[in-house]
């Protein structure tokens, strides 16, 4: 181990006493997800340590690598089938009733499918960089903050009668499904993004969390309504998520996920 000076692209590893490494610079997703196979582990430092017994890896550790990859592609790509199927459906559904509620979910489902596809073609792709990921993350922030002001504009003029808002056997159907998939999505990003170390993929994951927030409080609205004819409980609820989807787009300007899922 001593003198062993061993580059991978930008980055760096250097020898320390013993047969450990230190891994400086801002660490990938590859290199990451290379490093775990191998028994890397995250130090408070910000660098990585990592034990070497041996100057190449093993074929089985390749084809997990390889396998979590493909288990990420696999995700993002169920993801984004669903994210469409329920934009396209819970907006439909919107313009039909006139509800704030489903129209500032399908809203937040539209564009939060810019993000699955920014993580797909992450991983999919050897070419696309860090600059494309946060370029679409200040995009979906700009648009989330866009969505927030039209939906308050609407579920107003829904408060003050100007629009009557009609149930949606149809919205509460989408919103439904909505709240049983998107946990379970969010938890497999979860794991899968601890496994390689993503941003990306970390950030996809908290806001697959948070659509299924936001589906249940959009349900309870739409329930109100169609069951109980309490019709402003469907443009109280669409406010209700404002707040979600705002500091949603916060944190995408940022180019930091929020914690708060």
Request: net charge positive; with cysteine.
């Amino acid at each position: 181990m001593h003198g062993l000076c061993l580059s991978i692209r930008a980055y760096t590893l250097e020898p320390i006493p013993g047969s450990s490494l230190f891994l400086h610079g801002k660490v990938p997703w590859e290199v990451a997800l290379l490093f775990s196979r191998i028994g890397a582990r995250p130090e408070l430092t910000g660098k990585w340590m990592l034990s070497i017994h041996n100057g190449s890896m093993s074929p089985i550790a390749r084809a997990d690598s390889q396998d979590v990859v493909r288990r990420i592609i696999w995700i993002q790509a169920v993801t984004i089938g669903w994210m469409t199927i329920e934009a396209i459906f819970a907006l439909g559904a919107s313009w039909r009733a006139h509800s704030p509620a489903l129209l500032a979910f399908g809203g937040d489902s539209a564009i939060e499918l810019l993000s699955a596809v920014v993580v797909y073609w992450r991983f999919r792709s050897k070419r696309s960089g860090e600059q494309t990921e946060q370029l679409a993350a200040r995009i979906t922030g700009l648009f989330l903050f866009a969505l927030a002001a039209y939906v308050v504009l609407v579920a107003a003029l829904a408060l003050v009668g100007h629009r009557e808002v009609r149930p949606s056997f149809l919205g509460i159907a989408v919103l439904t499904v909505a709240a049983v998939v998107m946990p379970l999505l969010a938890q497999q990003k979860r794991r899968l993004s601890a496994t390689t170390a993503s941003a990306a993929l970390r950030a996809d994951a908290v806001e697959s969390a948070l659509c299924g927030y936001l589906s249940i409080i959009a349900l309870a609205g739409l329930i109100a309504n169609a069951f109980w004819g309490i019709t402003w409980a469907d443009p109280v609820a669409a406010l209700c998520l404002i707040p979600l989807v705002a500091r949603e787009g916060w944190e995408a300007l940022k180019g930091r996920p929020c914690d708060c899922c």
